[in-house]
């Protein structure tokens, strides 16, 4: 058995709302290290006591099967001359300082919160905001660094009991998740109407509802506010360019997962033949984005799914919903009004410019 020793290690990248904490804990309490973790203003920083061994084996771990949304950049080691006599490992509060250190952005939902979304019998069943350690808003609701619940928007939602479990359970998939929240601690989705005034029911099928009449929706998520209306709606696409000031120019397009128009994507082209991204997964850059379909013999089919809404251009862009929210769109209700040839698979999902709707 080897000597007991210390180390200090200090590690740079994208190492802050990636789940590295509770990794790096996890991974101690397996070497039976002792010590402890924090973020800091440069990235993270740890200090690890045990058999020299088990220090190699740990650094080891951190160098070949790091969290799989990390993006490490250096680590620098540090042996420390006397070990303290640290058994166990602990995760301490964030220490703000100087330095800078990478932001993780918005990761898309993972399959483990889809899952509970989808669940009827899950706590957080169709709860848009849900999210863990692998998934969830990040950089939309950061206020500061390093990277801590109290400095984000979610400092605004203190957690209720289950999520405080959650949250101190090492074994959970929310542990140390920061923006941890649930229908009965977190934020709440609502809907007004034109005159500003908030309608009682349930938000995301009011907006649904609303889209199927062929009405325009103002949609502020975690990440920012689109402009939607239902791209196969021809009144309510031409009401949309006019606001915008976007007679001709291609917009983007928002799809359900499994939409029919989304082979089409693919099909237009060698290079839109390649697999697209067209469902959300953790850790891409650019989460349910896809494009694809070139001027010609395709675009004549792609205008008839969406009338005016993509006019000819070399290539159409979109996305398939990106956050929790964007997955419960359309609902199975508003499926029917699609049925009914009122509702289309895609919607026009597009930014607002200052200039828009004045
Ligand atoms: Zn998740
Ligand atoms: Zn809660």
Redesign the pocket.
């Known amino acids: 058995m080897s000597e007991t020793a210390r180390l200090r290690l200090t590690i740079s990248g994208i190492v802050q709302g990636v789940g590295f904490r509770p990794f790096l804990h996890r991974l101690a309490n397996r070497l039976a290290l002792g010590g402890w973790v924090r973020n800091t203003a440069g990235g993270v920083e740890l200090e690890l006591e045990g058999s020299g061994d088990a220090l190699e084996a740990f650094q080891k771990a951190l160098r070949d099967s790091p969290p799989p949304l990390a993006v490490i950049e250096e680590i620098r080691c540090e042996a420390l001359e006397k070990p303290r006599g640290d058994t166990t490992f602990s995760i301490l509060p964030s220490e703000a300082g100087e330095g800078a250190t990478l932001v993780s952005p918005d990761l898309a939902p993972c399959p483990a919160c889809l899952s509970e979304l989808a669940d009827p019998r899950d706590r957080r069943y169709r709860y848009p905001f849900l999210n863990c350690t692998d998934c969830g808003p990040r950089f939309s609701i950061l206020r500061d660094l390093p990277y801590a619940g109290s400095r984000t928007s979610m400092a605004a939602f203190p957690?209720?009991p289950?999520?405080t479990a959650e949250y101190g359970n090492l074994t959970s998939r929310r542990y140390h998740a920061q923006p941890d929240?649930?229908p009965?601690?977190?934020p709440r989705a609502w809907f007004c109407g034109a005159d500003g005034t908030e309608l009682p029911g349930d938000a995301i099928a009011l907006a649904q509802q609303a889209l199927a009449a062929g009405k325009l929706v103002a949609v502020k998520g975690s990440g920012g506010i689109h402009l939607a209306c239902d791209a196969q709606n021809r009144e309510a696409v031409l009401r949309l360019r006019e606001l915008k000031h976007r007679p001709g120019k291609p917009l983007a397009v928002l799809c359900r997962d499994g939409a029919p128009v989304l082979p089409r994507f693919r099909g237009g082209s060698r290079a839109a033949r390649k697999p697209a991204p067209t469902d959300c997964s953790p850790g891409k850059a650019k989460p349910g984005r896809f494009s694809g379909v070139e001027r010609g013999r395709d675009d004549r089919r792609f205008s008839s799914l969406y009338p005016s809404a993509c006019p000819p251009a070399r290539r159409k862009s979109g996305r398939t919903g990106h956050t929790d929210f964007h997955k419960r769109q359309p609902s199975r209700r508003a499926g029917a009004d699609r049925q009914r040839g009122r509702y289309g698979s895609c919607l026009l999902y597009t930014s607002p410019s200052p200039r828009d709707c004045s």
Request: some cysteine; overall charge negative; charged content about 10%.
């Open positions: 957690m209720c289950d999520c929240c649930c009965v601690c977190g």
